[in-house]
């Protein structure tokens, strides 16, 4: 399994930003997929899950603010982000875990920047 993120970039206060991250591999389906950011000096956070069969899941910092979403056909998920604040700054992960084993798996991140 890869996961390449893509859709970060230099955004100001109020903007909106996608990212993307792309599944390569096989059971797609099969595994539950999350964001996580980083920001510098901080500890790696979750942002949002998407569980497989259950409804996403969100950090209070971001909820109402970013939406999660998978497209199985494009085996993709993605994180809307709206409403950006200074403090949504930090690099952003995709993470793949497979439902009932320890396979877990980690994009290589994209930067993501909220500055006017």
């Known amino acids: 399994v890869q996961l390449v993120e893509s859709g970060g970039g230099l955004v100001q206060p109020g903007g909106s930003l996608r990212l993307s991250c792309a599944f390569s591999?096989?059971?797609?389906?099969?595994?539950?997929m999350k964001w996580y950011r980083q920001a510098p000096g901080k500890q790696r956070e979750l942002v949002a899950a998407?569980?497989?069969?259950?409804?996403?899941n969100y950090a209070d910092s971001v909820k109402g603010r970013f939406t999660i979403s998978r497209d199985s056909a494009k085996k993709t998920i993605y994180l809307q982000m709206s409403s950006l604040k200074p403090e949504d700054t930090g690099v952003y992960y995709c993470?793949?875990?497979?439902?009932?084993?320890?396979?877990?798996?980690w994009g290589q991140g994209t930067q993501v920047t909220v500055s006017s």
């Open positions: 591999g096989s059971f797609f389906s099969f595994y539950a």
């Open positions: 993470n793949a875990v497979r439902v009932g084993t320890r396979d877990e798996y």
């Open positions: 998407s569980p497989i069969g259950g409804s996403a």
